[in-house]
């Protein structure tokens, strides 16, 4: 599926916080990716469609560094992602093989993907960060995937941190971390998240100017009116 510029960039103003709101609303809790934080600062917020990868458990004849030469490998994975994709890639929260170094990040920049996000680890940390992609992993660790993984396949549903993400899907990270919005709900996301920041935004400079919590978060019928009025009036 193709999403639409001007959705993605509706939904790179709007937190990751906002969002876990938002989908909560509409009765969706597990959405934000477990483990998955920001290696360095990320800069800015950035949204685009999941592009999927999965790691099983590492199996003796199939986990080998000859397996990275294989058509099915995380390099013929990388060869096939799409420009501005964010990579979802479900190393099952292993923590002691890095899925990727530094020359396999270096292609994704240059293929034009947006970010990594991972449950697991990357390996090369410095170098990986010195590519400027940016990514969202537990850590890093010294040896290669095939240590404790095996690569199977790209573009399939995957578990990544605890949460179910299908190709699609579309996916915003921040400093917060990363969550997915299903496909079916990213419109509605991105016309409901701006007008959910304006509101916190105007909460909080009613925080600023010494109003009580009660009946301002959440508003009431009154607090509702002086809300709306004030937005008419800008």
Do not use: H
Request: aromatic letters at 6%.
């Amino acid at each position: 599926m193709a999403v639409k510029r001007e959705i993605l960039a509706s939904l790179e103003a709007v937190s990751t916080a906002t969002i876990t709101t938002i989908l909560l609303k509409k009765g969706l809790r597990n959405v934000w990716l477990r483990g998955a934080t920001p290696l360095q600062p990320l800069g800015r917020r950035l949204a685009g469609p999941a592009f999927t990868l999965r790691f099983v458990p590492a199996r003796e004849d199939l986990a080998t560094p000859a397996s990275w030469a294989s058509p099915r490998s995380t390099r013929g994975a990388i060869e096939d992602m799409p420009e501005g994709v964010i990579v979802v890639a479900d190393a099952m929260g292993v923590t002691d093989a890095g899925i990727f170094g530094d020359i396999l990040c270096a292609r994704m920049v240059k293929r034009g993907v947006a970010a990594l996000v991972t449950d697991g680890v990357m390996r090369d940390g410095a170098g990986c960060l010195s590519t400027g992609l940016p990514i969202l992993a537990r850590g890093v660790a010294a040896p290669p995937s095939v240590a404790g993984l095996t690569f199977v396949g790209w573009q399939e549903p995957v578990a990544c941190g605890g949460v179910a993400v299908f190709p699609d899907d579309v996916m915003v990270v921040d400093g917060d971390g990363a969550v997915v919005i299903p496909a079916a709900l990213v419109e509605a996301v991105a016309e409901e998240g701006p007008e959910q920041e304006r509101m916190e935004a105007w909460i909080v400079s009613q925080v600023e100017a010494g109003a009580k919590l009660p009946g301002l978060y959440p508003m009431n019928a009154e607090t509702k009116a002086r809300y709306e009025a004030w937005k008419a009036g800008r």
